[in-house]
């Protein structure tokens, strides 16, 4: 073995490169069955980002069902999931482009199903006895806020007639702001749902309800099943025995429950997550697999696990698996799909056969060519915060096995800050994080209060405190680690995307704990923003902040933009030119502002990218500049050749 090379912390040449990132790696997500055919999406960086459904034949063969340039990927909601739904062989799913539902038979060209309007789709679902679809729809054509209804939409004979009659959709449930999760019983008699309001979050408070679906395809008499202001329910789904099944968060913990002849049952009552906040359309932590089975996973002090729970014992069987990240679950008879990951092992599309306990691998996001030494393996920490409280995060040290530090330097720290905010960080294999750690970069990703995986009460911490507690989480993370001797103190750097670049922008303006920031399209002004966003998560603030324009106010105090003053950090920013969920004006405002205040500042932005990036050559440079970026700010020779940034005030 060749002695180690003794470099800066942040200079070691690496194998993990952004172009093996951009060209090595897929998205997968939305893995299903279709009789003996497994399908799932791939979304292609390689191809401009188009999300492409993909099937495997009992033979193993695999192979494209949507053609080029359709891209398989719904805006309703902004965050879309629930793209397409399969019916024995034929899609139906919405063309992200123009937001129409097409119809394929195998091997055939797409025909559009609905017109050309501003109408999107999302969660949809086959009504075989009255021969239609019922989707989410999202109504853009209406003046004012958009229009979010469940609608029905026939099913065409064939190939042929799909395309002559477009119809945009019959509304059957209305009135209120939100809809999701539309699914109907075995028999088809029942249509259960659920709904929300403004200024509520799914995960704030839902509710779900079950109509009768007549003779005619009408929904008749509803009930509400569960749910309210402050209950948040997730993903109904009925058993073949008529029961219907559910998860809430009414103990404090998102839990399995069952509906069944009026009566409501708690199955697995247990201080875990089983549930998740529903962001996108279409998610899945639990499936029924049978009658009598379901295949549940659950977040427990931040592993995720996969269980059997007998609906008839109430027997919660683990299954023992070597994953520590499970995102969905999809069941049949007898056999398992799971997207899982571990922080070894890549996001995979999982096939378990329940029965003889065998698993398969049908498709990695990324094949493994890189020797593992380069990876550095996550610690899970529990550290100090404000007000006695605890705070979670998952620690890398820099690991390379080519290299090795002067004697006494310390490596510079890479906080990131988590989108959402209710969302949560995990142990998941990534590139993006090797990327830095073998550079010679520690890093804490940090699980800050009002993220998921803890319980009600912990996500409930930032309501009426998102821009103090979050931030404060981030500062006293890099603070436990620093305080413990293993990163440098004058290297610290945040970083992070949405909302997670909201917290980076206060951590730099508001607090004296880093040295430098990147901010990928996060929001700089409160009070812009809350004009400007889209419906899904325009009163979203109410709770994070407060109600506006009521507490105008602490809009105004939690907004970087105002408080230039206070700011002498280095930042870098990021931004897609076409984001209708954090528009461009947020980080343009904010690079002219530090700008003309005389701080080094740089700013990319990207045509043709939206809420994040998907094209290959927009992620490769997001990431290539910002390590540019740290390298001149935090003073470290680069081993790469990289494109220069422009940056601004640079001494």
């Known amino acids: 073995m060749s002695a180690k090379k003794v470099a800066p912390y942040g200079s070691w040449k690496s194998p993990i490169t952004a172009d093996l990132i951009t060209s090595a790696t897929v998205g997968l997500g939305a893995a299903t069955f279709d009789g003996d055919d497994i399908y799932w999406l791939e979304a292609r960086p390689t191809e401009g980002g188009r999300q492409v459904l993909v099937r495997r034949m009992p033979d193993g063969t695999i192979t494209d069902v949507t053609p080029a340039p359709f891209n398989v990927r719904t805006r309703v909601h902004e965050y879309g999931g629930g793209a397409f739904v399969l019916d024995h062989g034929v899609i139906y799913f919405c063309n992200f482009d123009d937001q129409r539902l097409y119809r394929q038979e195998s091997g055939g060209q797409p025909s559009p199903l609905t017109p050309a309007l501003d ?6 679902v086959i009504d075989r006895r009255h021969r239609r679809m019922i989707w989410v729809r999202e109504d853009h054509t209406v003046a004012g806020e958009a229009e979010n209804t ?9 190939a042929t007639t799909a395309g002559v009659a477009l119809h945009g959709g019959d509304v059957l449930v209305s009135g209120n ?8 019983s075995a028999d088809g008699s029942h249509l259960a749902w659920l709904t929300w309001n403004h200024p509520n979050m799914p995960w704030d408070g839902c509710e779900l309800w079950v109509g009768e679906v007549a003779a005619d395809g009408a929904i008749g008499a509803r009930r509400l099943i569960a749910g309210g202001p402050e209950e948040s329910i997730f993903q109904p789904e009925w058993s073949p025995d008529g029961s219907l099944y559910f998860i809430s968060d ?23 997550e089983f549930g998740q906040p529903q962001w996108t359309f279409g998610m899945s932590t639990y499936a029924v697999e049978s009658a009598r089975r379901l295949v549940c996973s659950y977040l427990e002090r931040g592993r995720w696990h996969l269980a059997l729970l007998d609906t008839a014992t109430l027997h919660l069987q683990p299954i023992e698996l070597p994953y520590t990240d499970i995102t969905r679950v999809n069941a049949a008879p007898g056999k398992v799909l799971l997207s899982a990951a571990s922080a070894t092992e890549p996001l995979s599309i999982i096939l378990l056969d329940l029965d003889s306990g065998d698993r398969f691998v049908l498709r990695r996001s990324y094949e493994n060519t890189i020797d593992t030494s380069y990876f550095s393996i996550p610690q899970e920490i529990e550290f100090p915060t404000v007000d006695g409280l605890t705070a979670y995060g998952f620690f890398y040290r820099p690991q390379n096995p080519d290299f090795v530090a002067p004697e006494g330097e310390l490596p510079p720290l890479l906080v990131l800050s988590h989108g959402g905010p209710t969302s949560a960080a995990s142990t998941s294999f990534s590139l993006g994080i090797q990327y830095w750690t073998s550079r010679g970069f520690a890093v804490l990703d940090v699980n800050y209060g009002g993220s998921t995986g803890y319980g009600r009460a912990y996500r409930q911490r930032l309501n009426g ?3 103090v507690v979050d931030v404060d989480d981030c500062c006293n993370g890099a603070r436990y680690l620093v305080q413990r001797g293993l990163v440098d103190g004058r290297r610290l750097a945040i970083r992070g995307g949405s909302a997670g670049g909201y917290t980076t922008l206060c951590a730099l303006t508001f607090r004296n704990v880093f040295t430098v920031g990147a901010s990928h399209f996060g929001i700089s002004d409160l009070n812009v923003f809350v004009k400007d966003t889209h419906k899904f998560e325009s009163r979203y603030l109410d709770r994070l902040v407060g109600p506006y324009p009521e507490r105008k106010d602490l809009y105004y105090q939690r907004s970087a933009i105002n408080f230039i003053d206070r700011l002498s950090t280095p930042m870098i920013l990021f931004q897609g030119l076409e984001d209708k969920i954090v528009p461009p004006n947020q980080a343009q405002m904010m690079f002219e502002a530090v700008k003309a205040k005389g701080i080094p500042v740089a700013y990319l932005a990207f045509e043709g990218e939206q809420h994040g990036f998907r094209r290959a050559e927009n992620i490769k440079r997001a990431l290539e500049a910002e390590l540019y970026f740290y390298s001149k700010v935090l003073g470290f020779p680069l081993a790469d050749d990289i494109e220069p940034v422009a940056i601004e005030n640079l001494p």
């Open 119 to 124: 109408l999107r789709y999302a969660d949809g």
């Open 150 to 158: 469940l609608v029905s939409l026939p099913l065409p004979d064939n």
């Open 177 to 184: 702001n939100f809809y999701s999760s539309p699914r109907l």
């Open 250 to 272: 009414r103990t404090g913990w998102w839990n399995l429950y069952r509906w069944r002849d009026g009566k409501i049952d708690a199955l697995c009552p247990k201080a875990a």
């Open 465 to 467: 405190l998102w821009g």
